[in-house]
């Protein structure tokens, strides 16, 4: 990784390539290939223990963020609100899962945190992230299991939609969500070197 690569770059290299780069070691086994198989409990919480994971990264950035006192303005509004309701999605499914839960990770955001641009930059990735993640594996989740993915996923289209329109760019590029397979969205996340 060269001087000037920052881990947003790398995040977003990941974003675009559905590969990913491995920073500090693999931080997340891919998820299985759940094409054509049942739903089951197992793989609820084996999805759900993803999700968490991400919604950890989520809340982690913001609190980071908040920490460095880089925000001023929406940005700081968009980072207080957005990170109290990822802080609220890890209790929902810690509380889901159980004592399935996983522990949470270990976080390092580098320099992504230290202006309003990185942050921002940063932030619309995770966001956008996040929707994919949870829509890419809907089909994947009993339906007890789906319907509370999706009371999360809504409110995860809302911040995707409201930092963008912070950024100045289309809040909503697309009619439908694009495909993003599951191997993308953990790739992305093991390339971020966020999860130490």
């Known amino acids: 990784m060269s ?3 920052t881990r947003s ?3 977003q290299m990941a974003l675009l390539t559905g590969g990913g780069v491995a920073v500090g070691g693999l931080v997340i086994a891919a ?3 759940l094409a054509g198989s049942k739903p089951s409990a197992a793989q609820d919480a084996e999805i759900l223990n993803f999700a968490l994971l991400l919604e950890h990264v989520q809340a982690g950035l913001y609190a980071d963020a908040i920490r460095r006192k880089a925000l001023k ?3 700081l509004e968009f980072a207080e609100i957005v990170g ?7 209790a929902f499914i810690r509380e889901a899962l159980g004592g399935k839960a996983r522990k949470p990770p270990k976080l390092d955001f580098g320099d992504d945190t230290a202006t ?3 942050f921002t930059d940063v932030a619309l990735k995770l966001e956008d ?6 829509n890419a594996q809907a089909p994947n989740l009993t339906k007890d299991a789906l319907r509370a993915a999706a009371r999360i996923v809504s409110v995860e289209a809302r911040h995707a939609s409201w930092i963008r329109a912070i950024k100045g760019v289309t809040p909503a590029p697309d009619a439908s969500e694009p495909p ?3 191997e993308r969205v953990v790739a992305t996340l093991n390339g971020s070197g966020y999860v130490e």
């Open 9 to 11: 770059e790398l995040l």
């Open 116 to 118: 309003a641009e990185a």
């Open 3 to 5: 001087d000037l690569t």
């Open 31 to 33: 998820l299985p290939d």
């Open 84 to 90: 109290a309701h990822e802080r609220a999605h890890i």
């Open 180 to 182: 993003a397979p599951a």
């Open 129 to 134: 992230l996040g929707v994919a993640a949870y």
């Open 73 to 75: 303005g929406e940005l």
